[in-house]
């Protein structure tokens, strides 16, 4: 009787080992499949901020080169008058001619083009001149 009892314990022992075994399977593979999703989230998270950060340097290039192509529109809107070529018989007042701004230089009122950083400053009105 005791040499039963005493394999009826063993084998329950047993039987609890292989279940806890198989618990702690089960309970490790939920773990590593909710360590890769968390791995995947952070991956896609990293994916969507680069993404961003393009985006945000695309617009800003975009945004620079149409200031640049703005302000050569507007140089080229720019006009002045010259003194011309003398009147047909020679005589009297030079004709003035009207003269026009360059995409990359604009002119000033009196037909001259614009040119330095003071000259620049000083036509763009930016300190109220």
């Not at 005493?6 to 618990?23: D, E, I, P, S």
């Not at 909710?34 to 952070?42: D, E, F, G, K, V």
């Not at 604009?106 to 040119?115: L, R």
Request: aromatic share 6%; charged share 15%.
């Amino acid at each position: 009787v005791a040499n039963t009892n005493a394999k009826n314990v063993q084998n329950q022992m047993r039987t609890n080992v292989l279940g806890t075994a198989r618990g702690q399977a089960a309970d490790a593979q939920t773990g590593m499949a909710q360590a890769s999703r968390l791995a995947t989230s952070q991956a896609l998270e990293r994916a969507k901020s680069n993404q961003q950060v393009a985006a945000a340097k695309f617009n800003a290039a975009g945004q620079i080169v149409g200031a640049g192509l703005m302000q050569g529109f507007e140089n080229m809107g720019t006009k002045g008058e010259v003194d011309g070529a003398m009147a047909g018989d020679g005589y009297g007042p030079p004709e003035p001619k009207q003269v026009s701004g360059t995409f990359f230089k604009p002119v000033n009122s009196s037909g001259q083009k614009v040119t330095g950083f003071k000259n620049r400053l000083g036509h763009s009105g930016f300190f109220g001149g």
